[in-house]
C-alpha cells in the first residue's frame, strides 16, 4: 500500500521568503510518480510538478522545485521567492506503476504574509 | 484549453435523497476519477473509471456507486444520502499509459446533506 505524508498543516512565510513543504511517502514500488498539486481559495487542483522515481535530476517548474531524495523516501517542494498569490492547500501525491490512481497527502495550508 | 466540468458547484440535499453528480471532460481521457476532500484528510478516492462501463472501488466506496455510458462522462450517485457525506468532491481525469500524467480537476462541488 501507498501513504504519503504531509507534516505541516499550516505555514505562514514572509512574502519573497523560500518555502519548503514537506512530503514523505511509503511504496514497496520501485516505480513510481510524485506529484505537487496547489488548491486557492476557490478549490480547482491545479498540477504544479513531477518526479519519476527513476528521474535522476530533480525537477523544476519556474519557481517550483522537488528536492527528491529518494533513500529518504522524500519529496519536498521548494517555493522560491514566494508571492501573495501562493496562499494556497497544497497537497503532495504519489501513483504506482500500473494504474493511474494518485494516492494523496493531506495537506499543507501556506499562508503568505505581506 | 482542457476542461473537467461538474455539474453544481454548490448542492443543498435532505437525508434519503438519490443525489446524482455528474463529471464531463473534453480531453478524450480514458481515466475519471472521484474524490471527496475533508479538512484534515486530504484528498480520498472513492471510485475510478479506466474505461466505458468500467469501474473500480477506491479507498471509500462505501454509500457511493458511478455511471460511465459515454468517454466523457463519470456520474457519482449517492443512493441515500446521510449527513456523513457532506463535503467537497472532486472529479478528475487523465490519460492511460507510461510516463507521467497529471490529473486534471474539476472545479468541486461542495454538497451539504442537511
Known amino acids: 500500500a501507498q501513504k504519503i505524508t504531509q507534516t505541516q498543516p499550516g505555514m505562514f512565510v514572509q512574502e519573497k521568503e523560500a518555502v519548503t513543504l514537506d512530503c514523505t511517502y511509503d511504496t514497496s514500488d520501485q516505480s513510481y510518480g510524485l506529484f505537487w498539486y496547489k488548491q486557492p481559495s476557490s478549490g480547482e487542483m491545479i498540477f504544479l510538478i513531477y518526479?519519476?522515481?527513476?528521474?535522476?535530476q530533480n525537477a523544476t517548474e519556474g519557481r517550483y522545485s522537488l528536492n527528491f531524495q529518494k533513500a529518504r523516501k522524500s519529496a519536498n517542494l521548494v517555493i522560491s521567492a514566494s508571492q501573495l498569490g501562493d496562499s494556497a492547500m497544497y497537497f503532495c501525491?504519489?501513483?504506482?506503476?500500473?494504474?493511474?490512481?494518485?494516492?494523496f497527502g493531506t495537506g499543507t495550508r501556506l499562508t503568505i504574509i505581506p | 484549453d482542457v476542461k473537467v466540468t461538474q455539474s453544481s458547484r454548490y448542492l443543498v440535499k435532505r437525508t434519503g435523497e438519490k443525489v446524482f453528480l455528474e463529471c464531463v471532460q473534453d480531453m478524450d481521457h480514458e481515466n475519471m476519477f472521484w474524490y471527496r476532500q475533508d479538512p484534515g484528510l486530504g484528498l480520498r478516492l472513492i471510485y475510478f473509471?479506466?474505461?466505458?462501463?468500467?469501474?473500480e472501488k477506491g479507498d471509500i466506496p462505501e454509500g457511493y456507486s458511478v455511471s460511465r455510458e459515454k468517454k466523457e462522462r463519470f456520474s457519482l450517485i449517492l443512493e441515500s444520502a446521510s449527513t456523513n457525506q457532506t463535503s467537497m468532491y472532486l472529479c478528475?481525469?487523465?490519460?492511460?499509459?507510461?510516463?507521467?500524467?497529471?490529473?486534471?480537476f474539476g472545479p468541486g462541488t461542495r454538497l451539504t446533506v442537511l
Open positions: 501525491a504519489m501513483r504506482g506503476p500500473g494504474n493511474e490512481k494518485l494516492t
Open positions: 518526479q519519476g522515481s527513476y528521474d535522476e
Open positions: 473509471s479506466y474505461d466505458v462501463k468500467m469501474k
Open positions: 478528475a481525469s487523465t490519460l492511460s499509459g507510461r510516463g507521467y500524467n497529471e490529473q486534471f
